[in-house]
């Protein structure tokens, strides 16, 4: 399946669907608090709060009982060691196909880390938290999205969903002449990125399968 490329109107009316949930970025702008001016996950309690904010966004992610090792906190702490400070950062539409590619590696080395018994972060998890570490970057997703544009949830479908988005920010910002920090605000959802805009286009569509009337 592909879906119409994103247009002001067409964005207008996921916008529309988000802003009617209640508080709908309540959570989200609790961890960007919290974790100002950047997570840094070399920090237990960054690693706590994306924990608490990834189950917020449903991905159920058990937390420790008592005497029990938090494989959560150690797993994403290894994987920050190891490619943390490598995660291109800046605005999705003016990001390399290298970091694209990057960012797929970087997501399916993340899926893969434990986070607790019997289970991986996974896909959908692992995304999220991409999405929550580089915010103006990443464009996240869930199964439905993943499997209905690409096929497959794996680090070279990432990488495709990634390029399909950095396409469509740049059609956006080309046909508004409005750039990227703030074409969020004319749209009326000041609160997320133009990549988190995209993701939300995808979940309107696809997940909730509402078209607009």
């Known amino acids: 399946m592909t879906l119409p490329t994103p247009t002001v109107e067409r964005l207008a009316h996921s916008v529309a669907v988000f802003n009617g949930y209640a508080n709908a970025d309540r959570t989200w702008l609790d961890f960007v608090a919290r ?8 920090r237990p309690e960054h690693r706590r709060l994306l924990h608490r904010w990834l189950n917020s966004w449903g991905c159920r992610i058990r937390y420790p009982r008592d005497g029990e090792p938090d494989l959560f906190d150690a797993g994403v702490a290894g994987w920050w060691a190891a490619s943390g400070a490598t995660l291109p950062a800046g605005p999705l539409r003016l990001a390399s196909d290298a970091d694209l590619a990057a960012l797929g590696t970087a997501y399916a080395t993340l899926s893969a880390v434990p986070a607790g018994p019997r289970r991986t ?3 959908t998890a692992a995304a999220k938290a991409l999405y929550a570490l580089r915010p103006d970057t990443v464009m996240p997703w869930d199964a439905a999205i993943a499997v209905t544009l690409h096929g497959a949830r794996d680090g070279a479908a990432f990488t495709r969903h990634l390029t399909l988005g ?48």
């Open 121 to 123: 972060l996974g896909p």
């Open 35 to 42: 974790t100002a001016p950047g997570a840094d996950l070399s």
């Open 166 to 213: 950095r396409a469509w920010a740049a059609a956006l910002v080309a046909a508004s002449g409005v750039d990227d920090a703030s074409l969020p605000a004319v749209l009326g959802r000041p609160s997320v990125s133009l990549a988190k805009l995209l993701d939300e286009y995808t979940y309107v569509r696809i997940t909730l399968g509402h078209e607009p009337s």
